[in-house]
Nanobody, 116 residues
């Protein structure tokens, strides 16, 4: 399976915004629950936001009201709009693709750095 590809990370000041994208192959995208995870230095990888095939979403408490996850099934792409960023949001953000119990793919990650 071809791993998904993230883009859109970068350096931003506190209070700023970024939008991450994750592109996956069409054959798997249309079957998958998609998610964004992040890992800060010295910390475990944590779930940020999840979106189901039908568009149901779930967010970590720390990002509720600031981040929005979405998917465009026609473009095989998932997005994470991140607003009101703060330094605690700094980390490597990973795209996750999950199809049933047998297929799980991770992207290579994209760095997000929020300066104070």
């Amino acid at each position: 399976q071809v791993r998904p590809v993230e883009s859109g990370g970068g350096l931003v000041q506190a209070g700023g915004s970024l939008r991450l994208s994750c592109a996956a192959s069409g054959s798997i995208f249309r079957l998958a629950t998609m998610g964004w995870y992040r890992q800060a230095p010295g910390n475990q990888r944590e779930s940020v936001a999840i979106i189901s095939l039908t568009g149901n979403t779930n967010y970590a408490d720390s990002v509720k009201g600031r981040f929005t996850i979405s998917r465009d099934n026609g473009k095989n792409t998932m997005y994470l709009q991140m607003n009101s960023l703060n330094p605690e949001d700094t980390g490597v953000y990973y795209c996750n693709v999950l199809v049933g119990r047998n297929v799980e793919l991770w992207g290579q990650g994209t760095q997000v750095t929020v300066s104070s």
